[in-house]
């Protein structure tokens, strides 16, 4: 079976009749097949275990990218995270009175995060981002926020892009149409690129006391900066507003908790979703007393914000995660690939740049081309047996022989590559359209 085969695969197919009654085709822009591989990308799972997934048509994938669009760190169906769950589930995951794990998850992540005193709970990132932006705004009487970093889709944030620009773009998502957000929260929301505190300084300069929280994840793409954490919590302080770190793609990545644990810099409140439970519906906010009673002073109520489920897998999770201290095995990992994709491009002659810390790593090709040479690289990966991009969030289920098997894939993959920009054909060699890279309408 070849390549070209994928085109008519049944996840194709299925994804094909999906664009038409599902607007975007997926609900999540990072799922669309137009993200890695148009036309050929397989879609859809049938299961998934340990660092393998199978597709409609029953081929197996190593997966090196996301994994899950980074909510696994233990990996695909873990076994003691999984028998939490089917427990919560057969004793019926929602009831009129509430899962006793609630105050068990909350005692656990106050452990974790001694700085903290309270906790509230949500169940996906952008929604516990709008609830901590919402905690912020009651606690402070303020309504303006001063961010950097993407923080979901919600209205707080795509309002940034209302005075006309794409403010948003270089915080992760360019092209983001701030299309049905009020007009009237047009200069509400202030953007500040990660890393520059004269920036943040700016702001706060112009907007001083009307700044309720300051935003931000306390590590992305470029690593961490010396010195600009420890100057917002500064700035937060001495201007009184809330300083909130979105932890919902940091946290649990290089240790069990917050990556502002590693950094030793305390925020004021600080989100968790994604990887704190494994692939199951969970999102918490952890904060100091003085901010997290506002939750009682607005109204902040969801029938499944008390579900069993949740709660459950995230005890699960940080409780085995701790005791494997997965994140020293995640970023050992993560060196391994990153290396590894220096040593193959550089025997390849591709050129490249590594980004990320190695539990959040990426890279990208350094050519005018770049989306058309990230194509032809999935494309000539998914041949190979994997899925793959331009980001690999290990999990401790990716181990030493599959980690080998990837990076000869990847310098063959890479090979091609070179041999594409040197031909100049790079364009002829996709079976499908190029890759997207932010947001578009799908045709
Ligand atoms: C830092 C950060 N915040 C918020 C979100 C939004 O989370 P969700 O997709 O669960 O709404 C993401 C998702 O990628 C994220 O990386």
């Known amino acids: 079976m070849g390549i070209e085969d994928f085109k008519n695969g049944t996840g194709q197919r299925l994804y094909a009749r999906a664009k038409q009654i599902l607007p975007g085709g997926a609900q999540l822009l990072g799922k669309r097949a137009e993200m890695y591989l148009p036309e050929l990308w397989p879609a859809y799972y049938s299961r998934a275990s ?16 996301m994994v899950g669009i980074g909510a696994q760190t233990l990996g695909y169906a873990d076994p003691d995270v999984e028998k939490a769950v089917i427990d919560a589930v057969k004793s019926t995951p929602m009831c009129t009175l509430n899962p006793p794990e609630d105050v068990g998850l909350a005692e656990l992540l106050l452990e974790l995060h001694p700085w903290a005193d309270m906790v ?133 990545r290089m240790n069990t908790g917050g990556a502002h644990l590693v950094y030793g810099v305390d925020p004021d409140i600080a989100t968790y979703a994604k990887a704190l439970s494994n692939g199951f519906a969970m999102a918490a906010i952890v904060g100091r007393k003085s901010v997290m009673e506002a939750v009682q002073k607005t109204f902040i109520s969801s029938a499944y914000f008390t579900e069993r489920v949740g709660p459950a897998a995230a005890l699960a999770t940080i409780t085995k995660h701790r005791k494997l201290d997965a994140g ?33 790593a990426g890279f990208g090709f350094q050519d005018p081309d770049a989306p058309a040479l990230m194509t032809l690289f999935i494309q000539e990966m998914l041949g190979r047996g994997f899925l793959a991009s331009d980001r690999f969030y290990p999990t401790v289920r990716h181990e030493e022989q599959h980690v080998s098997a990837y990076l000869d894939a990847v310098e063959a993959a890479f090979g091609k590559v070179a041999d594409a920009r040197a031909k100049g054909d790079v364009r002829s060699r996709l079976l499908g359209p190029v890759k997207h890279t932010g947001f578009a309408r799908l045709a």
């Open 120 to 252: 509230s709970y949500s169940r996906t990132g952008g929604e516990v981002m709008a609830k901590a932006v919402r905690i912020a705004r009651a606690a402070t009487g303020r309504d303006e926020i001063a961010f950097c970093g993407y923080h979901g889709w919600h209205d707080w944030y795509l309002s940034v892009n209302l005075a006309g620009g794409d403010d948003l773009k270089g915080h992760l998502l360019p092209g983001l149409d701030p299309l049905g957000v009020p007009r009237g929260l047009t200069g509400t929301t202030h953007p500040f690129a990660y890393g520059d505190l004269d920036a943040l300084r700016k702001v706060v300069e112009a907007r001083g006391n009307k700044l309720a929280a300051i935003v931000m994840e306390p590590v992305r793409g470029a690593g961490r900066i010396p010195g600009f954490l420890e100057g917002a919590r500064e700035i937060a302080t001495k201007n009184g507003s809330v300083l909130l770190f979105d932890e919902i793609t940091a946290g649990f």
């Open 328 to 360: 020293k095995t995640l970023t050992e990992i993560g060196t391994r690939v990153q290396a590894g994709w220096k040593k193959a491009a550089e025997r390849t002659g591709v050129p490249l740049t590594v980004t990320g810390i190695p539990a959040l």
């Open 50 to 65: 340990g660092s393998e997934v199978w597709d409609l048509d029953g081929r197996r994938y190593l997966d090196f990218t």
